[in-house]
């Protein structure tokens, strides 16, 4: 277990830990080593998401929504539908930043869901095994009619990825639509998130991460792929891909006036 | 618990999207409930070429439009004595709503048909909805364009043959550099996103010219900031340095355009029109619209030519520019010179230092992004192995690429100098040869029209005569003051005064205007107001607040100015509450409708595209498509069209009158699967299995044109013959792209009074002496000289969320978690300047009025300018939304700041007070970029609300409802 969550649960304060959100080119896949006695499984499926296309249009954000709301994880309650202050349960959320000051300001979209962490802090510290992590593909779960809504699992997630459903009472996540990418009653083309067969600039690569030959391995060693906050030792699956920059293809062709 | 899901077990049907007006294939799972089929799942058609399997934010919520508790469910009567706006309604049959109306339009139109205004929002039928105007004989029609993109439509057929989006757009695959001028993110929506993608990972660069960085800006390898309204300053020192340094497809322009063509110097008559071979075996003279009867210098024979076939004969060499004496001279005497050399002339002055101080680019970095361009365009130039054959013969053994491609929308359209702005654009695009060349900007068919389209608008005063069709369609194209819709004092013949001298070329309409004309009676009263699917009562018009009162205000007699609205809407719109008569309109999963050539497809570059929708669920309650709703009317006024020789009924309905209805022989509709047996394309007789065929085709017919007629359309004698055979285009000429405009020119000369045709009234002489310019230029936007500008130094502008399309998704739960509310986003800088704090509330001031919003910081603004998202603020109560929702009390328009008129300057002959709309002076686009506006912060007593508020609307009869406080959504299993 990694270290920050052993002391916590002996109640020892944790290391201090970078608020940094994001900490570009520090992941690279799984190879970084960590204190753990979490196994490593042999197949760990996970989405890789491309920042350099990202237009941060949501198309991701509703095609879960309306996928799971009707699924195996549903119904995903909304509280508030057509009042003031409107909430919901979403398993996946575009946040958008902007770094940098005018006029080299970046816009980013960020779309996050649970990153089905290597070592995720929100399994040992649910008190009925309601969250688990499955041996066979990695995705982390909850399962239902364990949970008990004590929330400990949304506290332990530095990611703040867990959803808890106002009206069924229980914690919820992406489930890398599970009930889809093994569904033998769907057509093989559509056995996939619901959120990467919408996303229009096909900004989410889903795959196992442990196969070095997978779309998702190659674009995290080709495209320098990193993981969020890895000083947290949670080895997150999902990973993320850098902006990239297109310089201009001619250099001034005079020194610049003043 | 990995136990296959039941839910997978579902009916999959395939109908068309029309969450935004992108249309994409989309495919409808459906399950059984306790009432029937339900939506359980919406994803992408993977077999539709528009979104090859993707789908966006809305189309994904699309089970919340259809469930929305907003839901109209059948036709409403405003209670007799109840106040108009005060939403107090009786339920009616339809019969009798049919009844009501038909006795109401059989009297207009047996006594003064111009009276019935039809004013249709985001339809995306107005092949039909035209003709229904038209065969009712009222002027009076138009549909949103007017305020939404006239400009970029009108600045690029004007010049090009075809504009982007619909008709045409970036050909991104091919396309090294591809530079976005503002935009409109549903304008192109998905398949901009996926070619964004490809492009960027295929190592394209992506500039990004706007005053915000969001949506598509964000990825943008480099973001250029620009003050709004100013594009055109900065196209037209593009176009100088471009000029200056030679940057230029000198072939190109030779050959495809105008520019070697002779206009003449000499005052007169002809005075900037182009020189022409009076031989009336070369065509008719100077209406702009015939290329072959031009003239150019030769410079290998020293000698005048005629522009086609001659002067582009092998040998030949045109001269683009004048020669020293600054002229060349005509057998007659006249004095020429070639377009090229008065775009030379014109652009001099645009330096990059002059569009520095107006766009606020620095000026270094203008001269590099010329380089870019050319650089793109002529160095990186490479030619695909595809052979082709241009108009005058000549075969081409390959097709030269052009990978420098364009995008543009809103920001430039929504200007009132935008028209030439485009234009500006459309020049600096051909200047490089990018047009219809492979990675520059490509048509879609039926484009590319003829410069001017050959669609001549109504404009025959004597023509509007009871029970008569008109001779013309309501909207089209004109090519000279000779095809205005004016009177013989040259006054509007239409209520909006579209097509008149205020605003000639008014392609699509002028929607915005309809309101306030008919309640000054200006030029005359109408009688009944029929609204399609248009919010004007809200975010579709300027000003909003007064067209509200505009709408309930009552002549002496205690008359509504406008005495019958007709509202037709599937929502319980801020509009319906103001309806005499409201009709429940479907959804778009159940109903029919088709993308059709006769209108908007859904064209490919690589060949025409259309489509189909068709119902995957049964109508809730009473509610009946608006077709069918104009076809049962056509039917039973007995509109010509829809009527048989024998006076019946001609059409059983909609799908009936799709199949059925022939503008030509052999086209109709719809392009697939035509003749008897359903084995003809493109062109035949009526399939009766047309729907059918549809249906079991994904709902889409793409025909893919031989590769030969894939590019250089504008010139490409196959393509243009093939495209006339098919009847989207009426004649076979080639399209010169036109570097200067002589159909502007026509104006201008009647402006000088230097023609004996029509000329404008004293007033607007000025006017149209000065916008109707044949060169682009820029100039600064209208409001500008209305208004005190140190007072108000902030542009105040709008942006469109990816995830919301106007006020038809604030009923949506999914949609309105992601923006239940909006915010005034300023620079820092700017806002600490004025002491407002970040997410403090603030006063947002403009010369027309005022609103109390919340303001947020932000560093992706140009500090000179503050934006909102658009369409979010709502009428307290409107769209089934519980009073006190966020989007009334936290939500706002901007549109309360812009003014839906402005006053004419004082000049020569203008009545004093005169105003005219605010609005391009050419094309009539409505100006809602313009606004200019301060900021203060709201004082610490005041409500923290937002500014204006309206009363409560209240829930309409027959409205869904249904409204829980926690709604658990689950398909099958129980009821939303």
Known sequence: ?258 | LAEPNPTAQTTVKCTTCYMCACRCGIRVHLVEGDKGPEVRYIDGNPDHPLNQGVICAKGSAGIMKQYSPARLTQPLLRKPGSERGAGEFEPISWERAFDLLSERLAHIRATDPKKFALFTGRDQMQALTGLFARQFGTPNYAAHGGFCSVNMAAGMIYSVGGSFWEFGGPDLERSKLFVMLGTAEDHHSNPMKTALSKFKRAGGRFISINPVRTGYSAIADEWIPIKPGTDGALLMALLHELVRTDTLDHAFLKRFTNAPQLVVLDEGEREGLFAFDPDPAKGPPGDGRNPHNKLVFDRTSGRILNAYPEGIADGCDPALDAPPEGHYTLADGTRVVPAFALLRQRVLSCTPEWAQAITGIAADRIRLLAQELGHAALTQAFDLPIPWTDAWGKKHPTTQARPLAFHAMRGLAAHSNGFQTVRSLAVLMSLLGTIDAPGGFRHKAPYPRHIVPNYRAFNDPDMVKPNTPLNAAPLGFPASPEELAIHADGSPIRIDHAFSWEHPLSAHGMMHNVITNAVKGDPYRIDTLLLFMANMAWNSSMNTMAVRESLNRKDEQGEYMIPFLVVCDAFQSETVAFADLVLPDTTYLERHDTMSMLDRPISEFDGPVDSVRVPVLQPLGECKPFQEVLVELASRLKFPAFTTPEGGRKFKGYTDFIVNFEPQPGIGFLMGWRGENGDQHLRGAPNPKQWEAYAQNNCVFHYTLPENMHYMRNWNRDYLDFAKDKGWRQRNDPVQLAIYSDTLQSFRLAAQGKTKGRQPPEHLRERINTYFDPLPFWYAPLEDAAIDLKAFPLNAITQRPMAMYHSWDSQNAWLRQIHSHNYLHVHPSTAQAAGVADGGWAWVESHWGQVRCMLRYSEAVEPGTVWTWNAIGKGDGAWHLAPGSDEARKGFLLNHLISEELPLPQGAGAPAGAKVSNSDPITGQAGWYDVRVRIRPAEPEEAAQSFPQVDTMQPVPGVRGGVAQVMRFFAGKSKP
């Open chain 1, 1 to 258: 277990m990694i270290q920050w969550l052993k002391d916590l649960m002996q109640g020892h304060a944790p290391a201090p830990v970078s608020p940094h959100l994001m900490e570009p080119g520090g992941g690279g896949g799984a190879a970084q080593a960590v204190d753990t006695d979490t196994p490593t499984l042999a197949r760990q499926l996970a989405l890789v998401i491309d920042l350099n296309v990202c237009v941060g249009c949501h198309a991701c954000v509703t095609a879960c929504k309306q996928w799971n709301t009707s699924g195996m994880a549903g119904p995903l309650s909304d509280v508030n539908p057509y009042a003031a202050e409107p909430t919901g349960t979403f398993f996946n959320r575009v946040q958008t930043y902007e770094a940098g000051s005018f006029p080299n300001t970046d816009t980013v979209h960020f779309p996050k869901s649970c990153l089905h962490c290597e070592d995720p802090p929100c399994v040992p510290v649910c008190p009925t095994g309601a969250s688990y992590k499955r041996e066979a593909d990695g995705i982390v779960l909850v399962d239902a009619d364990k949970c008990i809504g004590c929330k400990y699992c949304a506290w332990a997630c530095p990611y703040g990825a867990r959803e808890f459903d106002e009206a069924s009472g229980v914690m919820t996540k992406c489930t890398l639509c599970v009930d889809r990418i093994h569904n033998p009653l769907l057509p093989e083309a559509d056995r996939k998130p619901a959120c990467v067969k919408a996303c229009p600039t096909n900004a989410r690569l889903f795959g196992d991460v442990k196969d070095p030959n997978s779309e998702v391995s190659q674009a995290i060693r080709e495209r320098g792929g990193y993981a969020l906050m890895p000083e947290w030792n949670t080895r997150p699956a999902n990973q993320y891909l850098p902006r990239r920059v297109t310089p201009a293809a001619v250099a001034p062709s005079a020194p610049p006036s003043v």
